[in-house]
Antibody
Framework: EVKLVESGGGLEQAGGSLRLSCAAS????????INWVRQAPGKGLEWLSY????????YYADSVKGRFTISRDNAKNSLYLQMNSLRVEDTSVYYC????????????WGKGTTVIVSS | DIQMTQSPPTLSASVGDRVTITCRAS??????LAWYQQKPGKAPKLLIY???SLESGVPSRFSGSGSGTEFTLIISSLQPDDFATYHC????????FGQGTKVEIK
């Protein structure tokens, strides 16, 4: 079964840091590009960051550029999101999502992990 | 950045109704548009990609159309399991989502 499982969410103070993880199984992880997407309470979906299969190429939304860093360890079938300088407005459910090869829509999503940033 | 505008934000409908949701892009995205269904507390689920291609396992009452800047998701006969929020997403230049359309019971 193709699966993505996020972890690492929790409660953090503004200005603090958190590291999210996304564990992949059931597919050739290194062959797939992966995105992070978040959803603030009661709001829509927001794309945050992209990483290529080998990790050489990354992109970020302006809202997190310079604060968040995406990375991956293909030997561990894992994706990460290092979140620094957290803000109250970063409070969201964070999802990792697999980018379908050559087509670029997000075909497989994890269930999400919740991050709450307090002031 | 490409902006995606979805309408309506909320839609009240009854079982059996035909439901239409629209999504407009701020510039041409060819047919690089996907539709997702999301239920409360759950992750989004892919319904349609490439504007009109139905994801495997998705009921045929869902259909998509459009190209360029105007796109439509149609549910031909609304079922109880379809009450949810629907999101459009462009993937022509990075990724951008619409604001979502909540389909609620009338």
């Amino acid at each position: 079964e193709v699966k993505l499982v996020e972890s690492g969410g929790g409660l953090e103070q503004a200005g603090g840091s958190l590291r999210l993880s996304c564990a992949a199984s059931g597919f050739a992880f290194s062959s797939y590009e992966i995105n992070w997407v978040r959803q603030a309470p009661g709001k829509g979906l927001e794309w945050l960051s992209y990483i290529s299969g080998g990790g050489e190429t990354t992109y970020y939304a302006d809202s997190v550029k310079g604060r968040f860093t995406i990375s991956r360890d293909n030997a561990k079938n894992s994706l990460y999101l290092q979140m620094n300088s957290l803000r109250v407005e970063d409070t969201s459910v964070y999802y990792c999502a697999r980018v379908e090869t050559g087509l670029h829509y997000m075909g497989v999503w994890g269930k999400g992990t919740t991050v709450i940033v307090s002031s | 950045d490409i902006q995606m505008t979805q309408s309506p934000p909320t839609l009240s409908a009854s079982v059996g109704d035909r439901v239409t949701i629209t999504c407009r892009a701020s510039e041409s995205i060819n047919r690089r548009l996907a539709w997702y269904q999301q239920k409360p507390g759950k992750a989004p689920k892919l319904l349609i990609y490439a504007a009109s291609s139905l994801e495997s396992g998705v009921p045929s009452r869902f259909s998509g159309s459009g190209s360029g800047t105007e796109f439509t998701l149609i549910i031909s006969s609304l079922q109880p399991d379809d009450f949810a929020t629907y999101h459009c997403q462009q993937y022509n230049n990075l990724w951008t989502f619409g604001q979502g359309t909540k389909v609620e019971i009338k």
